[in-house]
């Protein structure tokens, strides 16, 4: 869902539950490669770099959970075509 905007450059999940899972700033950072800041830290091309090794090895491995295991409320409102932050403050 989220890699469908592409004007979603930064994204703060500071306090979201997915922060605790294990790697999510890999998976983010790997599905959502238009990012240039995920919780208020630049996204450098080494990060994107190590994401993709790391999603890769785990999913290999079958010991990591993947974007579509984690469900995503919808929007109440679309964001403008401006909109280039999204806070998630609550996962299903």
């Avoid at 890769?56 to 409320?73: K, L, M, N, Q």
Wanted: glycine share 4%.
């Amino acid at each position: 869902v989220l890699a469908a905007l592409p004007g979603l450059v930064e994204l703060e999940l500071d306090g979201n539950p997915c922060e605790s899972v294990k790697g999510y700033r890999h998976v983010v950072v790997d599905k959502l490669t238009q990012l240039k800041r995920l919780d208020c830290t630049s996204v450098l091309e080494s990060d994107k770099h190590n994401a993709k090794h790391f999603v890769a090895y785990e999913e290999r491995a079958g010991t990591f959970w993947t974007h579509s295991d984690i469900e995503v409320p919808e929007a109440t409102q679309r964001p403008s075509s401006a909109a280039t932050r999204l806070s998630l403050n609550k996962m299903l």
